[in-house]
């Protein structure tokens, strides 16, 4: 593992690289840690260069948190001299991977997106997240984390995993409050997809849980109408897919390059 930074203006912002081989960006969702995707460097860097930014990052007054880690993004594969990536985004990274792909298209292989709604926010969902950005100003954070993760994660890995699930849960807790506004309104603010993805010639899937309690299961089902296999929906999976089960979504990353790669 190596750990370089980039700059963007005066900030310097963090990534971490595993291996080598085809680049794979790779950026973790709301509530997570870059930490996530260790597990994965395990079982994929023989064969591809893991490269994986620390999300949670303080952004200048004023900018959109989303448009801000694309750019970040963009410096870390100037600074690697990278042609084209293949970007994993989980959640609020996949909207990001969403953003960058749309925005730097000539810089983008291909997606592959876990529990991603390619849509923009139903008005319902909206404003939950402006609830949530209410009590977080309200000093509510453990008490909001607590109970996004706890819906986040399946029941059973919770209670087959605690020692895991209360680590993860106490950095959740010690994230900043700013930061983690910033994500939320930019998720509330982020484009609908479904015209550019449908016009485009960019390989993309996105697998989402079946069980899924964040997501909404009637918008997933009419973008896999819309889609067909391009969105598959896993029975017995949840919204942390890349937590709770790495082996399944590994193989399902490794079999997808290979596709793209054909």
């Known amino acids: 593992m190596h750990k370089k930074s980039v700059a963007i203006g005066a900030s310097r912002h963090p990534y971490y690289i ?5 680049p794979v960006l790779l950026l973790h969702g709301y509530l997570e840690y870059y930490s996530i995707w260790e597990v994965y460097a ?9 490269i994986i930014p620390d999300l949670n990052i303080r952004i200048p007054d004023g900018d959109d948190y989303i448009d801000y880690v694309a750019r970040y993004v963009d410096h870390i594969r100037k600074q690697l001299n990278i042609s ?14 969403l953003y960058y792909a749309r925005n730097y298209f000539s810089t983008i292989k ?12 139903q008005p319902q969902k909206s404003a939950l997240r402006l609830r949530e950005i209410e009590l977080l100003r309200n000093g509510a954070q453990k008490s909001i984390v607590q109970f996004g993760l706890r819906r986040s994660y399946s029941a059973n890995f919770i209670r ?3 020692a895991l699930f209360k680590e993860n849960l106490s950095l959740a807790i010690s994230l900043n ?7 939320i309104t930019s998720m509330i603010h982020r484009k609908n997809y479904m015209n550019w993805l449908l016009s485009s010639s960019l390989p993309f899937i996105v697998l989402h849980g079946f069980d899924d309690q964040i997501l909404n299961s009637l918008q997933v089902r009419k973008e896999r109408k819309v889609f067909g296999d391009k969105v598959q929906i896993i029975k017995g999976e949840g919204h942390v897919m890349p937590v709770e089960n790495p082996l399944l979504v590994g193989r399902e990353i490794v079999n997808f390059i290979t596709d793209v790669d054909v």
């Open 110 to 121: 291909a997606l592959f997106l876990l529990n991603v709604i390619l849509s923009a926010d």
């Open 177 to 183: 409050v700013e930061v983690q506004i910033s994500q």
């Open 84 to 97: 084209e990536l293949i970007i994993v985004g989980h959640s609020l990274g996949g909207y990001v991977a």
């Open 18 to 22: 595993y291996g080598n081989g085809t």
């Open 160 to 162: 087959n995993n605690t």
């Open 42 to 50: 395990q079982m994929l860097s023989d064969k591809y260069m893991l």
